[in-house]
């Protein structure tokens, strides 16, 4: 059954370490992130663009998927399936497909329109049982059309946006999607302590996790960024398993083309990308 990230966060954000949200955006994804779960016995977050919610046939057929192998595969982990990068819009639909958790991201409009939003929002979700993502400061690069170039957040608006009873705050602090440039400087940790000193227990959200150095990411947990997103490391070696496959010829022999045979290479290549993460970011065990 799905439940609310809020508990596992809370959980996390005590004990020192964090939970991945791996996004999915198929049938392998999925089913490679839950049995890794499984296996180290750890929570996790299902994360969904709303690209990606659209590219599974909409938010509902993406409920049903999940449902379905948490009762076929019988997970007795933690899971949360939450719309990463929500609009307003999309929350609503995930709130009514039976998603467990969203994230508005309201970034980019003014704060005074954030914080009404997000207000709405959170209404909404304590009914229902939900937990609530919120973000200030645009986390750089492109995901979805949707580009920041990597500011860092106010933490005064952090916490504006914290005190309205969201469950998670993404604050940007120089972090991208994607890979990250030669040029980049790093993560700001000055910015991350100042908005902890001001929002002090609330689960803080790592956006952009891929390429980010291991001991940036322990010092990150360390000033209480308690969930991380991975999603582009994922696709990555994914995609070199495949390439991998069809350059030695495998998919010429025999039933080598079979998709079941062709995506193999790659879903176990996920599989070792999320428990590498898993426990770089000490989650591992944390369920049991």
């Known amino acids: 059954m799905l439940v609310s990230a809020k508990e596992m966060l809370q959980k996390a954000k005590a004990g020192h370490y964090a939970v991945g949200q791996f996004n999915i955006n198929n049938l392998e994804w999925t089913k490679a992130i839950l049995l890794t779960a499984e296996e180290l016995k750890s929570p996790v977050i299902l994360g969904v663009s709303e690209g990606a919610g659209k590219y599974m046939c909409?938010?509902?057929t993406v409920v049903g998927m999940v449902n379905g192998m948490?009762?076929?595969?019988?997970?007795?982990?933690?899971?949360?399936l939450h719309l990463d990068h929500g609009s307003y819009?999309?929350?609503?639909?995930?709130?009514?497909?039976?998603?467990?958790?969203?994230?508005?991201?309201?970034?980019?409009?003014?704060?005074d329109e954030n914080v009404a939003k997000t207000t709405e929002l959170v209404k909404i979700v304590k009914e229902k049982g939900m937990s609530?993502?919120?973000e200030v400061g645009a986390i750089g690069g492109e995901e979805d059309g949707v580009v920041g170039k990597g500011e860092?957040?106010?933490?005064?608006?952090?916490?504006?946006?914290?005190d309205l009873g969201v469950d998670m705050l993404a604050a940007g602090i120089g972090n991208i999607h994607g890979k990250y440039p030669e040029n980049w400087e790093g993560l700001s940790?000055?910015?991350?302590?100042?908005?902890?000193q001001l929002t002090g227990e609330m689960p803080l959200v790592l956006?952009?996790?891929?390429?980010?150095?291991?001991?940036?990411?322990?010092?990150?947990?360390?000033?209480?960024?308690?969930?991380?997103?991975?999603?582009?490391?994922?696709?990555?070696s994914f995609a070199a398993a495949t390439r991998k496959?069809?350059?030695?010829?495998?998919?010429?022999k025999g039933k080598g083309y079979d998709p079941r045979k062709l995506l193999a290479p790659g879903f176990e290549a996920i599989k070792e990308t999320v428990k590498e993460k898993m426990e770089l970011f000490g989650s591992v065990g944390k369920a049991e």
């Not at 940790?189 to 902890?196: I, K, M, R």
């Not at 496959?245 to 010429?252: C, L, P, Q, S, V």
């Open 58 to 60: 909409g938010y509902k």
């Open 70 to 80: 948490l009762e076929e595969l019988k997970i007795t982990v933690p899971v949360a």
């Open 89 to 111: 819009e999309g929350c609503l639909k995930c709130i009514e497909a039976g998603f467990s958790s969203i994230m508005f991201d309201g970034s980019h409009y003014p704060i």
């Open 132 to 134: 609530l993502e919120a």
């Open 152 to 162: 860092c957040a106010d933490p005064n608006e952090c916490k504006a946006i914290a």
């Open 189 to 196: 940790f000055e910015t991350l302590d100042a908005v902890q």
């Open 207 to 236: 956006h952009g996790g891929t390429g980010i150095p291991d001991d940036m990411i322990q010092k990150a947990i360390s000033l209480g960024v308690a969930k991380i997103n991975v999603n582009t490391e994922c696709q990555l």
């Open 245 to 252: 496959y069809i350059e030695e010829g495998k998919d010429e």
